[in-house]
Nanobody
Framework: QVQLVESGGGSVQAGGSLRLSCAAF????????MGWFRQAPGKEREGVAT???????TYVDSTKGRFTISRDNAKNILYLQMISLKPEDTAMYYC??????????????????WGQGTQVTVSS
């Protein structure tokens, strides 16, 4: 059974940093695309970053240069390192998986499996 479990969220001041983790269970983690998404209250879920089975990464413009997605295939863990956080980064952050080696963009509808989310709150 596929299971994704996020951790590492919290409350920080603007300019601070956080590292999110997503532990994956129940499938061959290294074979497949993983992504981070976020959803703020009253807004649609949006893609943040993706990483494919070869380690190629993509980022949405609002996070480029501040967020880094990475994966540890030996530990079956996905990471999102976030620096220079802004109040507009406040959201519930989710990791997601899709069983393709290449990532199908950042549309949430393209991803099949989701974690329960971890809250990130950035105060000004």
């Amino acid at each position: 059974q596929v299971q994704l479990v996020e951790s590492g969220g919290g409350s920080v001041q603007a300019g601070g940093s956080l590292r999110l983790s997503c532990a994956a269970f129940g499938y061959e983690f290294s074979w497949y695309c993983m992504g981070w998404f976020r959803q703020a209250p009253g807004k649609e879920r949006e893609g943040v970053a993706t990483i494919d089975s070869n380690g190629r990464t993509t980022y949405v413009d609002s996070t480029k240069g501040r967020f880094t997605i990475s994966r540890d295939n030996a530990k079956n863990i996905l990471y999102l390192q976030m620096i220079s956080l802004k109040p507009e980064d406040t959201a519930m952050y989710y990791c997601a998986a899709v069983f393709t080696g290449f990532c199908p963009g950042t549309r949430s509808a393209s991803y099949s499996y989701w974690g329960q989310g971890t809250q990130v709150t950035v105060s000004s």
